[in-house]
């Protein structure tokens, strides 16, 4: 799986978007971008992904480059509930593993 | 509730104890994981499980030791522990697909401490 580079913390005023950025430069046609968040000692809780449309649900949106060597993570209006470590996670589908990183800290606050 | 539930919570036990955490998943899903999370470091994957058959050990020390007995249930049996075993260990579920998009769901983790 490709590798991905992530900062290691950000902050976000509550109320405001949280763009989380993610660079995967050597990303494979086949690979998919995945996102997951851990809040404090529970297990990580998946979010979004995408293979190179931009998606959307109700927790996030990811936008994909259309080179596909980079994405972002965007939480339309952050709340201090969202303070948790994000993992950007490229991986080939199917049976294939998830290999988590550092993750980037983000701090929502009041 | 994310539809894993993994017991105990906490589990504090002596180097000479014999321990199993539990798993249990109420998705339907077909493939089980392992992972460990110690402190200040990434997510480990240890083990997992297709279809109840090992499909993956990363070369995780035998005195780990896995059973699949359905799909259903996953369990994690420990024996002999160190010290440097205190962590974190998370089981999580997931509907394999060959087509893409299977998406891991995590149970809340059982906080270990070996003493």
């Known amino acids: 799986d490709a590798k991905t580079t992530q900062p290691p913390s950000m902050d976000c005023a509550e109320g405001r978007a949280a763009n989380l950025p993610c660079n995967h430069s050597t990303i494979s046609g086949n690979e998919y971008v995945y996102w997951y968040r851990q809040i404090h000692s529970q297990g990580p809780q998946y979010i979004i992904h995408g293979l190179k449309n931009n998606e959307t649900n109700e927790m996030a949106s990811l936008i994909i480059t259309e080179d596909r060597k980079s994405s972002t993570l965007i939480l339309p209006h952050a709340t201090l509930r969202d303070t948790a470590v994000y993992y950007c996670?490229?991986?080939?589908?199917?049976?294939?593993?998830?290999?988590f990183g550092k993750g980037t800290m983000l701090l929502v606050s009041p | 509730e994310t539809g894993v539930t993994q017991t105990p919570r906490h589990l504090v036990m002596g180097m000479t104890n014999k321990k199993s955490l539990k798993c249990e998943q109420h998705l339907g899903h077909n493939a089980m994981y392992w992972y460990k999370q110690s402190a200040k470091k990434p997510l480990e994957l240890m083990f997992v499980y297709n279809f109840k058959e090992q499909t993956e050990n990363n070369s995780v020390p035998s005195r780990f030791s896995p059973e699949c007995p359905n799909s259903s249930h996953l369990f994690l049996h420990l024996h002999t522990l160190q010290p440097e075993d205190s962590a974190l260990y998370l089981c999580a579920s997931s509907q394999a697909r060959a087509t893409g998009g299977d998406i891991q769901y995590f149970g809340a983790g059982t906080r270990l401490s070996v003493l």
């Open positions: 996670i490229v991986r080939v589908a199917g049976y294939s593993t998830l290999t």
